[in-house]
């Protein structure tokens, strides 16, 4: 059976546990996962003859009550004798692994307060939508507070599912449980506030996560930084008392050798972002607290990757700073010089993620030399103008395979992207005389922001992945809680847990 992992970085997730054939003693709650179509599972008129009840008149009398299947919506049936008190309806709509994911979510957010849950789903589900349960669990798990006095129930112990069959199916229960496990740990990190949250908490945060799932880490203090040309990361973090920092996760699997791909991802890890001297109105500051959302899933996914046996070697780079107006800090017209060299001439100092970026970038190509390059980031507001919110992030990509690859596991993960152009004749917006290109234009925000980080990718096959359109639910809505949603991690540890990430590519 899965446990609680006692590790530092994770707290305490449900366990999801898999349960060959029907418990002889389940717990007081058990819950009866619903498809439109297909009604009660086999197994959970079984369970209903066991229990003493008729779970298809159940059925019958909370749908003329208003229950509808549909994914994640709920209905609870108290029981007045016997050692089950309570049943609960729970819809799996159209039983894809979409609509299981929002199942699991809503399983979760019944059991919050409870020690366990028995849950029948249908026999002969595959491993994918099982998964994809399990995934909903956890993610459906989260809360956050910093009340004085919480009121709210904590998170349910255990989930047991069972199909009634004599199959056996925890590994694929585990699997979903660390993916999920990505996302809460990504929502974690974006959702602390930023007094608390500066460069250097989020880089002593990713040194834990590394020693506890056996990572290498390294971490760039400002002058380590400053010494090494990191110029970008530099500019957008003088303003601030809290200094900078660089940080590098390396994962490499066992009997990796030279011919094993190699992946180097590239997360903006900016903990707090006033807009600097071009400062944001207030409306804008709000939920600043989150722009670190990149930094915060390469960390989420780098911690997953000796769970989920990925066959590729993995560099996760966070490039943190937090970006305030002062004496000191950054202004429009000045020249920075990033890792390498190439400049750039700020017109913009609330177009930061990109200038630290640049150099993560940077450093990727002429240091580390990878087959593939991803980067990361919540970018820009104009994503959420052509893309809307919640259903869709932003892709840009200079090849096709890996612009393909990172589709597919955004549609199995539930973070789903669109690709966007890269329009060469839009380069000319980003020129300037006075350095190699400028931080930002009057033109398409987001894809002259991607086509300001294309020239430091170099001829790797690179894609950028801008999530500000998926980074933030308003409420408690499908997988998600209200609040930062850590977009990206599972649509990276899904990708590069695939078996063949790179297959296709160059």
């Known amino acids: 059976m899965a446990r609680r992992s006692s590790s530092s970085p994770f707290p305490s997730l449900p366990v999801v546990a898999w349960q060959p054939g029907l418990p002889v003693h389940g717990s007081s709650t058990w819950v009866i996962v619903v498809g439109a179509e297909d009604g009660l599972p086999a197994a959970a008129k079984e369970a209903g003859e066991r229990l003493g009840v008729d779970l298809d008149r159940l059925l019958e009398v909370q749908r003329d009550t208003g229950f509808s299947p549909s994914a ?34 809503a399983v979760a957010r019944f059991g919050r307060g409870k020690d366990e849950l028995t849950t029948v789903v249908a026999e002969g589900i595959d491993d994918a939508r099982l998964q994809a349960f399990a995934e909903g669990v956890v993610l459906g798990s989260f809360s956050y507070t910093q009340k004085t006095v919480d009121t709210g129930k904590p998170a349910v112990g255990t989930v047991t599912l069972t199909d009634g069959s004599a199959a056996e199916r925890q590994p694929v229960l585990d699997r979903g449980a660390v993916i999920g496990r990505t996302g809460w740990l ?156 190439r400049t750039t001439e700020v017109k913009n100092t609330d177009a930061e993620g990109r200038l630290v970026l640049a150099d993560g970038l940077a450093y990727a190509v002429q240091e580390l030399k990878p087959d593939v390059l991803v980067d990361i980031a919540t970018l820009t507001g104009a994503i959420k103008v052509s893309l809307g919110a919640m259903l869709y992030g932003g892709m840009f990509a200079t090849d096709d395979a890996l612009a393909d690859n990172l589709a597919d596991a955004g549609r199995v993960s539930g973070e789903e992207l669109w690709r966007m152009p890269l329009p060469a004749e839009y380069e000319e917006l980003i020129s300037t005389p006075i350095a190699d290109s400028v931080n930002s234009s ?57 078996g063949t990430p790179t297959s296709g590519i160059g």
């Open 186 to 341: 990504a929502r974690q990190l974006a959702i602390t506030p930023s007094n608390e949250k500066d460069p250097a908490w989020l880089a002593a945060r990713a040194t834990e996560v590394a020693a506890a799932t056996g990572l290498e880490v390294t971490v760039w203090d400002e002058k380590k930084l400053a010494a090494d040309g990191f110029g970008g990361i530099l500019a957008v973090g003088q303003g601030s008392s809290r200094p900078p920092r660089f940080v590098r996760l390396d994962y490499t699997p066992a009997g990796a050798t030279k011919k094993t791909p190699y992946v180097v991802l590239v997360g903006k890890g900016i903990t707090y972002d006033t807009g600097g001297l071009s400062l944001k109105p207030r409306e804008g500051m709000v939920s600043m607290k989150r722009d670190m959302t990149g930094g915060g899933s390469v960390i989420a996914t780098m911690s997953a990757l000796r769970d989920l046996g990925a066959n590729v070697r993995v560099t996760g780079l966070v490039c943190a700073a937090e970006n305030m107006p002062s004496g000191s800090a950054y202004r429009p017209d000045d020249v920075i010089r990033h890792f390498g060299g």
């Open 72 to 105: 994640g919506a709920t209905a609870a049936y108290p029981l007045l004798t016997g050692d089950v008190t309570e049943i609960l309806l729970v819809g799996a709509g159209d039983v894809s692994a979409k609509a299981l994911r929002h199942a699991g979510a």
């Open 442 to 498: 009057k033109g398409p925000g987001s894809i002259t922001a991607a086509l300001f980080l294309k020239a430091f990718a170099g001829d790797v096959p690179w894609a950028h992945l801008d999530l500000s359109s998926i980074a933030e639910s308003p409420s408690d809505r499908f997988e998600y809680s209200a609040g930062a949603t850590g977009a990206g991690a599972r649509l990276l540890s899904t990708w590069l847990a695939s």
